[in-house]
């Protein structure tokens, strides 16, 4: 049974090694900074200053909008 269990353990620590991320995601979520009150001109304000401080080339590359859906 201990055999078993190393195996199962080295084959998911190995899974892990080979599915990590070479970088974090990078991006923007609306909700974090404007909870319901997110608007097209807020969204688009931000994705350019992506683009305008040079975040963008560093590897901020997505924008998500979040507006409560769930609500």
Same mark, same amino acid.
């Given at each position: 049974?201990?055999?078993?269990?190393?195996?199962? &353990? $080295? *084959? #998911?620590?190995?899974?892990?090694?080979?599915?990590? *991320?070479?970088?974090?995601?990078? %991006?923007?979520?609306?909700?974090?900074?404007?909870?319901?009150?997110?608007?097209?001109? &807020?969204?688009? $304000? #931000? *994705? /350019? *200053?992506?683009?305008? #401080? %040079? &975040?963008?080339?560093?590897?901020?590359?997505?924008?998500?909008? /979040?507006?409560?859906?769930?609500?």
């Amino acid at each position: 049974m201990k055999s078993f269990l190393f195996v199962l &353990l $080295s *084959a #998911t620590l190995g899974l892990a090694a080979k599915v990590l *991320a070479q970088k974090p995601q990078m %991006g923007w979520n609306s909700w974090n900074s404007f909870k319901l009150n997110v608007s097209d001109e &807020l969204v688009r $304000s #931000t *994705a /350019d *200053a992506f683009i305008d #401080t %040079g &975040l963008a080339k560093l590897g901020y590359d997505h924008v998500l909008i /979040d507006d409560g859906w769930q609500d």
